[in-house]
């Protein structure tokens, strides 16, 4: 995630804050290109199972953690687990957008492997499902490649290499009715419920609008919650070049405070600080230039439910990326920690999620907005098990 230059530092007389927090964006053009390479695809790769994994690395994920293990070791077949060094303990205590987090994973490798005429044979949670609390060393997938001819290429995989998260403003034309159509489409055969509040709703959208700024304010305010955001921030291009991962901050004027000691990511700043509240007021600008939001619920929230939400989300993103809609998931007030308990409530309420078990398991804005680079990737090679 890139922070821009203006989101990141206020100067207050004489001394100097600097403030890197969680949901900002800029483009990455400057980003080293070794972090981002793995966006111009695996090329002629001899070895099937790279070549798709190349591409579900591509997948979006929380906090671009890529907590994805994956073990060759049987033919044809690669095994997916969670990796339980990169969870986010804090601002998602139950790992369900971890979960989901691997479920993107496996739409983008399903889309692959139908790219080459391949079916991608999935068991989900071979072993048994991970319990409420967490991962566990279970494999979340075992997936079996088998050639066969009936399968069909998915038409989202032309915009898997296009497809980024926008955390820009956007512009306030709606998005039209036929790539709304198109996002309803993509989940077709998910176990979600997709809904759009668009321009016309005007009395709900400012409903999602305060819902989204309290939440985000209380993450900002939360010192855990900041903290593990500041400790996956990687901060100039040695940061950036060497994790490939987490929340990238190119600026270089936060990287001379870095480097001069004036940027302590081992402590929260104050939430009155300028940092804090100017970084409150971007955010709040960018969801006031929100035209739209996505959400997405599900009538339970089991694991595996978790994952084929996480599968629904990134084709939901990519049908929008086919209509040059952007996307910016706002997950702060669908986190189960405590201090979002209000939070959380009035959002399942306000979208009519209030059964037991029903759960929005993504909430986003939706727009047009302007474009922006790729996020950091790491190889496929290190996501190998026994490499
Ligand atoms: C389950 C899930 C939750 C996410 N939550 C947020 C969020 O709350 N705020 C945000 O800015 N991005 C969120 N993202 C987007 C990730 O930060 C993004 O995928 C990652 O940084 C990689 O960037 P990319 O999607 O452009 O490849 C989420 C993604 C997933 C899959």
Excluded at 51 to 80: G, M
Excluded at 122 to 127: A, C, G, I, V, Y
Excluded at 300 to 308: A, S
Aim: with cysteine.
């Amino acid at each position: 995630m890139q922070i821009q230059r203006r989101n990141a530092l206020r100067m207050i007389g004489g001394g100097v804050i600097a403030a890197a927090t969680a949901a900002m964006t800029a483009c990455s053009d400057a980003l080293p290109a070794d972090a981002v390479v793995a966006w111009q695809g695996p090329g002629a790769e001899a070895d099937l199972r790279h070549w798709v994994l190349a591409h579900a690395i591509l997948a979006p994920h929380s906090h671009n953690l890529q907590s994805w293990l994956v073990d060759l070791r049987e033919p044809d077949v690669i095994t997916l687990h969670m990796d339980l060094e990169r969870l986010l303990p804090e601002t998602d205590p139950f790992s369900r957008q971890l979960v989901m987090s691997q479920g993107t994973f496996l739409e983008l490798l399903d889309q692959a492997a139908r790219q080459r005429g391949y079916r991608a044979e999935m068991q989900l949670f071979p072993l048994g499902a991970f319990d409420r609390k967490g991962p566990d060393q279970r494999p979340t997938a075992r997936i079996h490649l088998l050639e066969d001819a009936a399968v069909l290429p998915d038409p989202l995989f032309a915009h898997v290499f296009r497809r980024r998260t926008n955390r820009s403003p956007y512009e306030m034309r709606p998005p039209s009715a036929q790539a709304l159509q198109a996002i309803r489409d993509a989940v077709t055969g998910f176990p979600v419920t997709v809904g759009l509040t668009e321009p016309s709703q005007a009395a709900a959208l400012n409903v999602h609008r305060e819902i989204a700024k309290q939440a985000w304010s209380i993450e900002l305010s939360t010192p855990r919650t900041l903290l593990e955001s500041y400790k996956v921030l990687r901060v100039g291009p040695k940061e950036i070049a060497q994790h490939r991962d987490g929340l990238s901050l190119n600026d270089p004027m936060v990287r001379l405070l870095t480097t001069m000691g004036l940027f302590d990511r081992t402590k929260a700043s104050a939430p009155d600080s300028h940092a804090i509240q100017g970084q409150i007021k971007r955010f709040n600008a960018a969801i006031d230039s929100t035209p739209a939001f996505f959400w997405m619920a599900t009538a339970d929230n089991e694991r595996v439910t978790q994952l084929l939400a996480g599968r629904a989300y990134v084709r939901a993103q990519l049908a929008a990326t086919a209509h040059d809609l952007a996307m910016h998931p706002l997950q702060q007030a669908l986190q189960e920690y405590p201090e979002q308990k209000q939070m959380r409530a009035q959002i399942h309420q306000l979208l009519g999620a209030q059964q037991p078990g029903q759960t929005i398991q993504m909430w986003a804005r939706l727009g047009h907005g302007p474009a922006v680079g790729p996020a950091p990737r790491r190889s496929v090679q290190s996501h190998l098990l026994h490499a």
